[in-house]
């Protein structure tokens, strides 16, 4: 094979014995080096988020923005959000609900990007622990931190990062079990397995990968009985998050679309059973065009080069430290099939966490490249073999420059406030006491958070996930709620166009603001008047 030989020989010795432009500074500082480093890249991250954060209450858009707007408002007022419920989401957002600046709709947006940035720092901390070069696994870290996808949800309402900041808590802690080999780390570990699952179904994938790992570096802890017994309750303990959802469904909330409150309900809120139509979709025969449909948007994160490095650093951990390989080509190769299976819109938001890996894997190639030009400028003088070094680390630093303008124009969100018109159009234009039809749009940000127009009767006919195009629903909602007032309906999108020959067919016109905002639904005979 093409890499084998440079990986031996990059892995033929551990680090340390390398002596390169790390291990020429003064060892005291080393630690102190890493650690402001790791800091800097997430500060760095932290500031391209809020400089990109969407300002108020978002727009839904079909064709990029989905759960936000509901999960800005569910945050404030701790509702019951749709399958998976995703209680840890709502209850770590709402905490940022009592910041004392901006907006309530900001400070949920702001949740995301906090919590980004804390996941690039562990990304960071795992790249470093994988590799032992702090410039390379900047390098890396950035990659990801910039990567189109990963950046698009740090400026809205959304449940990614955090995924992220909470698989790396397990990948960090089981990468410090492996050098320590405390029975502490290993059921501080189980527990964030069981936590991480409490915000993303996915993350269950930690616990075999887990399992593969320990059995991997020693495999006689998985025949201990009484550590298994604490890791598997420690597990349990982490997962009490779930609790909150039968507890703050008894409390009658304004939204509460499952009602967990009985077993059964609670048990398809958590276990996505509404979607399961849409998991496992696809035939054996149908994947190739779905990996092919991967690539193109994998292809949109890292230039090609990257992955070589990656396919590379991948090789290279695989002779260094084959329980870690293992570990993340298994969550890698897992995640991918899932999200392969998965048959929604956007899926590609489910490539993340392959993109997280590969980045890891980054690391490790760049740290090679490092390992191996220090064993070749070894007889070289100190200056000039620095050079050298500093050179490759700089450009390992700046991989993640090119191209970046061009991300942050893409997921920038600071100009949007097509929601806050949206609500001030509606709270203006709309005649008292009458209905608003929409989907997961902002009204119920108008009316529950910011408690304006508790006039209106605001009604969403689809379930979560069931909205179509081009849909009677709409239609057969404002014919029962017309014999009680006027009714008016925010189409998501461009979708009003589709609609309106239902509607025009049945004996009404779709009469819109004078914003275009939203239209009333008018019987015939009236509108002709």
Request: hydrophobic share 50%.
């Amino acid at each position: 094979m093409r890499y084998a030989g440079l990986a031996r020989r990059a892995s033929a010795a551990p680090p340390e014995a390398f002596r390169s432009l790390e291990s020429v500074k003064v060892a005291a500082g080393h630690r102190a080096l890493s650690i402001a480093l790791g800091l800097g890249t997430a500060l760095t991250a932290l500031a391209l988020y809020v400089g990109t954060l969407a300002p108020t209450v978002l727009y839904y858009d079909p064709r990029g923005i989905y759960d936000s707007v509901t999960f800005q408002v569910y945050a404030y007022i701790l509702d019951i959000p749709h399958p998976t419920g995703y209680p840890t989401y709502t209850m770590l957002a709402h905490l940022f609900t009592y910041l004392p600046f901006g907006n309530v709709a900001y400070r949920v947006n702001l949740a995301s990007a906090v919590f980004g940035a804390a996941g690039v720092a562990l990304v960071f901390a795992v790249c470093l622990m994988l590799t032992g070069r702090r410039w390379a696994s900047a390098g890396a870290t950035l990659l990801f931190a910039v990567s189109e996808a990963f950046w698009s949800q740090a400026v809205i309402a959304e449940v990614y990062t955090l995924n992220v900041l909470l698989v790396m808590l397990v990948l960090v802690t089981l990468l410090a079990w492996q050098r320590r080999r405390t029975n502490r780390l290993l059921l501080l570990a189980a527990f964030l397995m069981g936590f991480a699952m409490t915000n993303h179904m996915t993350s269950g994938l930690l616990l075999p990968a887990g399992m593969l790992f320990v059995a991997l570096v020693d495999r006689s802890r998985l025949f201990d009985w009484r550590l298994v017994l604490k890791g598997f309750g420690l597990f349990l303990v982490g997962l009490t998050p779930y609790l909150y959802l039968p507890i703050r469904a008894s409390m009658n909330p304004p939204v509460n679309e499952m009602n967990p409150s009985t077993l059964g309900n609670f048990l398809i809120l958590v276990s996505g059973q509404k979607f399961e139509d849409r998991m496992f979709a696809f035939s054996p025969l149908e994947l190739p065009g779905r990996l092919m449909s991967y690539f193109g948007h994998l292809f949109d994160q890292f230039h090609p080069a990257f992955l070589i490095v990656a396919v590379v650093g991948a090789i290279c951990l695989y002779f260094r430290n084959r329980a870690a390989f293992a570990m993340l080509m298994f969550l890698y190769l897992g995640w991918l099939f899932y999200a392969l299976e998965y048959n929604i819109v956007d899926v590609y938001l489910y490539y993340i966490p392959t993109y997280l890996i590969l980045c890891l894997y980054i690391a490790v190639g760049f740290g090679a490249a490092l390992d191996l030009v220090a064993s070749r400028t070894e007889d070289l003088p100190d200056l000039q073999r620095i050079g050298i070094l500093a050179t490759l680390a700089i450009l390992m630093l700046l991989a993640p420059v090119p191209g970046i303008d061009g991300t942050a124009s893409s997921v920038d969100r600071s100009w949007d406030y097509r929601g806050r018109e949206t609500i001030e159009a509606v709270a203006s234009g709309a005649a008292k006491d009458s209905t608003v039809l929409h989907n997961s749009s902002s009204l119920w940000y108008l009316n529950l958070v910011e408690g304006r127009r508790t006039d209106l009767t605001v009604r969403d006919p689809f379930p979560a996930g069931e909205w179509t195009t081009r849909s009677k629903r709409w239609l057969t909602e404002a014919q029962k709620h017309l014999e009680d007032g006027r009714v008016y309906i925010i189409f998501p999108g461009t979708s009003a166009a589709q609609n309106a020959t239902l509607f025009n067919e049945a004996g009404y016109d779709l009469v819109p603001d004078e914003e275009g905002v939203f239209y009333e639904v008018v019987r015939r005979e009236r509108s002709s008047r």
